[in-house]
């Protein structure tokens, strides 16, 4: 750090010993108060300008003029007059109020330019299955956000979240991914699923755990929730019988017959009522999961992140 940061950090440039630049200026209200007063010549009709009544305004100057040590209004019943001192003030919080108002316009832009875009990753479920409702709701409160959505498995969300690649992360496994910080929008199960033909399918007991652990399934590759909560679950799975990287595709390959899968609750809606897949119960295992909102730790969520947030609690609470 170069000496002058250093400098003001650490309050240089202050007269030893004297309180804080805050304690020491008027703040903008009272100073925008001392402009209107001089516009309009009437602690009245600045006091309406501002939309405060006419005993705060005066309340404001008495303090304002405390604080300075300095008599800035002249009161009478024609109407209130700067002092000398008061001309020579509002001179300086003229420059002062101009500065705040472009401090404000930059403040402005940079909130214009993060509401502009909203970039969200998530894992295959929850883009698939969630996101959608999520998406439309957010439309409606932010018209003008433009959203792109990347989705992939909870270990890609994580890196694009650390990376500043996305403002928002939606994951599905059993832990937060480290330097995140979570919250818990939604409780999701996963089932058992094969093809109608497929011999589980007749079963008329349920599944052991032990038999799925060392059954060869169709799963979603190394990284997902879905696999992160099942292997845990089961202690260990057996080599599986196709690797996917997607919901959908793992789906397909169970109503073509190649073997039984686990799937989310979610994904799987309409092919059960269609019977195009059929449930097989598991007993001796719990398969259920958390799905959590993530954002890098520290960052917590704000503009149209913050929203969309909000709208996945309010969907799923």
Do not use: C
């Amino acid at each position: 750090m170069r000496r002058s940061e250093v400098d003001a950090a650490n309050g240089a440039g202050r007269p030893p010993g004297a309180a804080p630049l805050a304690h020491r200026v008027p703040d903008l209200g009272a100073l925008e108060l001392l402009l209107a007063v001089a516009r309009l010549g009437s602690l009245g009709g600045a006091a309406r300008d501002l939309g405060i009544t006419q005993p705060a305004a005066s309340s404001r100057i008495r303090s304002m003029e405390r604080q300075l040590g300095l008599a800035l209004v002249d009161r009478s019943p024609r109407g209130s007059r700067l002092t000398d001192a008061g001309a020579l003030v509002t001179d300086w919080a003229r420059r002062v109020v101009e500065a705040a108002e472009a401090f404000d316009a930059g403040a402005q832009a940079l909130r214009d330019r993060r509401d502009s875009r909203l970039r969200v990753a998530a894992s295959m479920t929850i883009a698939e299955y969630l996101l959608p409702g999520w998406l439309i709701a957010l439309r409606t409160r932010r018209p003008d956000t433009a959203v792109s959505l990347l989705a992939g498995n909870s270990a890609m969300v994580a890196e694009r979240l650390l990376t500043g690649e996305a403002d928002l992360g939606f994951v599905e496994g059993l832990s937060v991914p480290a330097g995140l910080d979570s919250v818990v929008i939604a409780h999701d199960r996963l089932i058992v699923v094969t093809a109608p033909a497929h011999p589980w399918a007749r079963r008329r007991r349920p599944l052991e755990a032990a038999e799925l652990a060392a059954t060869p399934l169709i799963l979603r590759e190394t990284g997902s929730g879905t696999r992160q909560v099942l292997d845990a679950a089961l202690g260990g799975l057996a080599r599986p019988l196709i690797e996917l990287s997607s919901t959908t595709a793992v789906k397909a390959a169970a109503v073509s017959g190649a073997g039984p899968a686990v799937l989310s609750e979610l994904a799987v809606g309409d092919e059960l009522s269609l019977r195009r897949l059929v449930t097989v119960p598991v007993e001796g295992v719990a398969l259920r999961r958390d799905l959590r909102a993530v954002w890098p730790t520290g960052h917590r969520p704000t503009g149209p992140a913050r929203d969309l947030l909000s709208l996945t609690r309010s969907e799923t609470g």
